[in-house]
């Protein structure tokens, strides 16, 4: 324990973190081989003890958690195990946030502040260990400084130390990602957590979207009380998000307990409160996942975990990305579970059934998996990877999400043809927001003003509650008015963008604030969105309906004040899965030229000819996207789109839209008998093939054709020609193998029938006497149908010798008395062949 007491951590307290135990082998790791992971259940003191015992060998400590709550908290206790305040020897730094001083030797940041901190400075001068908390939960931008680290200590900082830490994690995964690195592992002292299953008595709907079953809620809210009765201390309760956090808190009035909500929008206050633990009153805390890990709740005996957890997801068709509800993994009801044993035994109420646990996903999606990719392309470009095919991920990024992801970059200039980040790239990074907001920020301040850009980013940044509405403006004066929490959240984030943006070089404090100072606050909001969300642009399509310049639909609530505008910049917007269009939860009023500008490079000019109607359009059109702006008639359209349109309207309409004859469909009938008996050579005329085949077969009538109408005068049959099997010589075989018609012996030539399993002769019975064995064609039999004097259907048959000695006899029996003037002879396989009646074969044989 060589550095434990070199920063005089409080007496006693060292030896009651389990992690204690594995400090000399991390030790011994780190000095070894450079990189470590370590495995420690929660509690054990990993993210409070190891980074001061390791300061206290003189090293200089950064400490990286994937949520702000996580940082304060834990720069809070380390402090307190020295008997200081924070910002002496232990310090944090989160997104607008930063208490440090010189003497700081243990500094905790979020994973997005060493990010940005990395970009600027890759040796991480003066830093000695890098501790990557909670790596489990394959947060983005844990996965990126992973990497980052990696690489610099391969090619800058071979000394620099990174220990990956976590409760629940792949050990191994990491381990090789480090370089086959030591796995050390600190065994806990957790107490004994007891499952309770509590699902609701009745179904309820699965999570949809960002949407989760009001009966679920009510359940919850009901298990929380069942809690209290039956288990004494605090309770914790797992919900996805700050909106059911709130459903549920108004469910519980009147429970003899403090009900608190903790959520990364809530006041640092009262995030602190929580932490800091109860004074002698019960408490009900309320929590998103920020709880699961890096925080002790103090007296917290009992956990009602709801089961669900919110992902981010990215719809790059519709460039939509959101969060949605899903099913916790296995891993982080784990997690949460152990919340409730940390100082002593403790229960989890588990509002599903024991037999769906089983069915839990094991481990939560890692972003790089499902998440916009936008920041992390641009982050890997600036680090001068832009493929990020050199980077030490865990997983790589899906080839689509990257090549949506350059799309917005290059669309913006942040990059250049080859995906390398320009200067422009480079300073929108350093502005520490996604990169579309950067880019409003840095090109809309010259037109609004630095102040006034920097707010409508900030509320762009942190999506207002909901009860401010969907009107943009309207929630920005809202907050301006301040009064909540948010309110003062998003005071903070403007002025950390506005200084952000003097440091990027763009307009700070004090420059370029009389930029559009004649410009209302609609129409800022709208400049400033537009911006952002270029694709998002939206023309009104009556009754609330929209059309994105991407080429999504979208909707507006019933009663929204922005159903009378004709055109919008949304700025949030999710797609239900089985929705037609988007809905709008946040948009601004743009004016059509405003559009124009902020989306220019989407406006394009150009011929469209296309199917439309059952009829070929050919207009040419000036469009934003996918929305039309203007069109005109063309008189002589490029006929090679002619020709696509002629060819879709085939597909769309079929081959009904060309002329077939008879003898074209006898045609057509035939080869299909032929392909089906013989095989190759003869060509498959079915709809499909025909249709894949249009452009060879249809040829030189399809570049002629110019509408529908003269679709219906190409000859079908003459076309089919085309497709025989000219080459081999096969073609001339074709009134051989599938003859037209048949010469019976009556010297009557039949058409023979293909449509149908089997090749059909239809025939009358007397044209047939003689004829001992039955036609074939192509080596098959065809079915013969004998047909009455009247060419009614007397008798089907495949094999004629049978019929003639089975079957003749009960048909001569039943239909000779009904025509008595034709022959019916005892043995028709001998008898002589006629197309008449007696009387008249008669005089023909006489004559």
């Not at 003497?103 to 040796?123: P, S």
């Not at 410009?519 to 537009?530: K, S």
């Not at 005068?713 to 075989?733: E, F």
């Not at 009904?818 to 074969?841: F, G, I, L, M, N």
């Amino acid at each position: 324990m060589s550095g434990e007491d070199g920063l005089g951590i409080r007496k006693g307290q060292a030896e009651r973190l389990p992690v204690r135990s594995a400090l000399p082998a991390l030790e011994q790791a780190l000095d070894t081989h450079g990189c470590a992971v370590l495995c420690a259940p929660p509690g054990t003191g990993k993210t409070t003890l190891v980074p001061l015992v390791l300061a206290g060998r003189g090293a200089r400590v950064v400490v990286a958690e994937p949520r702000r709550i996580a940082a304060r908290a834990a720069a809070r206790r380390m402090a307190w195990l020295l008997g200081e305040r924070v910002g002496q020897r232990v310090g944090f730094t989160v997104r607008g946030e930063r208490v440090v001083s010189a003497d700081t030797v243990v500094e905790v940041v979020t994973t997005g502040v060493l990010l940005q901190r990395l970009q600027r400075d890759q040796e991480l001068a003066g830093i000695d260990v890098v501790i990557l908390d909670e790596c489990h939960e394959r947060h983005l931008d844990a996965d990126t400084v992973a990497a980052f680290l990696l690489d610099v200590r391969a090619a800058l900082r071979p000394e620099l130390k990174l220990v990956a830490a976590s409760a629940t994690t792949d050990a191994e995964g990491w381990a090789r990602l480090l370089g086959n690195a030591p796995v050390v592992e600190a065994q806990g002292t957790t107490h004994p957590v007891q499952v309770v299953w509590a699902p609701p008595v009745r179904p309820v709907r699965p999570p949809h979207g960002m949407r989760v079953d009001p009966a679920l809620l009510t359940h919850v809210a009901s298990v929380i009380r069942r809690a209290l009765a039956e288990r004494s201390g605090d309770v914790l309760c797992f919900l996805p998000g700050v909106g059911e956090i709130g459903r549920v808190a108004g469910q519980l009035g009147g429970v003899d307990a403090e009900v608190l909500q903790v959520h990364g929008r809530a006041p640092a206050a009262v995030q602190d409160a929580v932490l800091a633990g109860s004074a002698g009153v019960r408490r009900v805390v309320l929590a998103t996942s920020v709880a699961e890990s890096s925080l002790t709740v103090p007296g917290v005996r009992t956990v009602v975990d709801a089961g669900l957890a919110r992902e981010p997801r990215m719809d790059h068709a519709r460039g939509l990305s959101a969060l949605t509800t899903v099913r916790v993994s296995q891993a982080a009801a784990r997690q949460r579970a152990g919340r409730a044993g940390r100082e002593a035994p403790g229960t989890v109420y588990r509002c599903w059934s024991e037999a769906e646990d089983g069915r839990l996903v094991r481990f939560p999606s890692p972003e790089i998996k499902v998440a916009d990719l936008t920041a992390f392309a641009l982050q890997t470009a600036c680090w001068g990877d832009p493929s990020a095919t050199g980077l030490a991920l865990l997983d790589q990024p899906p080839a689509g999400a990257m090549s949506a992801a350059r799309s917005v970059l290059s669309a913006i200039g942040a990059v250049d043809a080859e995906g390398r980040a320009t200067q422009r790239g480079t300073t929108l990074s350093r502005i520490g927001v996604h990169p579309r907001l950067a880019r409003a920020l840095l090109d809309g301040a010259p037109e609004v003003g630095a102040r006034r850009a920097a707010e409508v980013v900030a509320l762009l940044s942190e999506e207002p509650p909901r009860e401010y509405g969907d009107d943009l403006a309207a929630a920005w004066r809202t907050a301006r008015r301040g009064g909540d929490a948010y309110a003062g959240r998003w005071t903070s984030q403007a002025r950390r963008l506005e200084s952000s943006l003097a440091g990027a070089g763009g307009h700070g404090p004090g420059k370029g604030c009389q930029g559009g100072a004649g410009q209302g606050e609609d129409a800022v909001a709208g400049l400033v969105t537009a911006l952002a969300f270029p694709e998002r642009i939206a023309r009104a399509r009556g009754e609330g309906a929209l059309l994105m310049a991407s080429g999504t639909g979208a909707e507006l609530a019933a009663g929204s004040r922005l159903r009378t505008s004709g055109w919008l910049a949304v700025a949030v917007a999710d797609r239900p899965s089985a929705a037609a269009s988007a809905r709008v939860r946040l948009a601004a009023v743009v004016g059509e030229d405003t559009a124009r500008r902020a989306a220019s490079h989407l406006l394009a000019d150009g011929e469209e000819v296309h199917w439309e109607n059952g009829d070929v359009v050919a207009r040419d059109v000036r469009r934003l996207g996918a929305i039309e702006l203007s069109a005109r008639t063309l008189r002589n359209p490029d006929p090679t789109l002619v020709r696509s349109a002629l060819l879709d309207g085939l597909h769309r309409e079929g081959l009904g839209l060309l002329h077939w004859t008879r003898d074209a469909e006898g045609l057509r009938e035939r080869l299909v008998f032929l392909h089906r008996e013989l095989g190759v050579p003869w060509p498959d005329v079915s709809d499909t093939a025909l249709l894949a085949r249009a452009g060879e077969w249809l040829e030189p009538e399809l570049s002629r054709a110019r509408r529908r109408s003269d679709l219906g005068r190409v000859p079908a049959g003459q076309a089919l020609q085309r497709l025989l099997p000219w080459a081999s010589g096969a073609a001339s075989r074709l009134d051989e193998l599938a003859p037209e018609r048949i010469e019976v012996p009556s010297g009557s030539r039949i058409r023979v029938a293909y449509g149908g399993a089997q090749p059909v002769l239809a025939v009358k019975l007397q044209e047939l006497f003689g004829l001992r064995e039955t036609p074939r064609v192509a080596g098959v039999p065809v079915l013969v149908h004998l047909l009455s004097p009247a060419g009614r259907p007397a008798a089907v048959t495949a094999d004629l010798a049978s019929f003639w000695k089975d079957g003749y006899a009960a048909v001569r029996a039943e239909l000779r008395g009904r025509y008595p003037k034709h022959p019916w002879p005892q043995d028709p396989s001998a008898a002589e062949p006629t197309r008449h009646t007696k009387a008249r074969q008669g005089r023909e044989s006489r004559g």
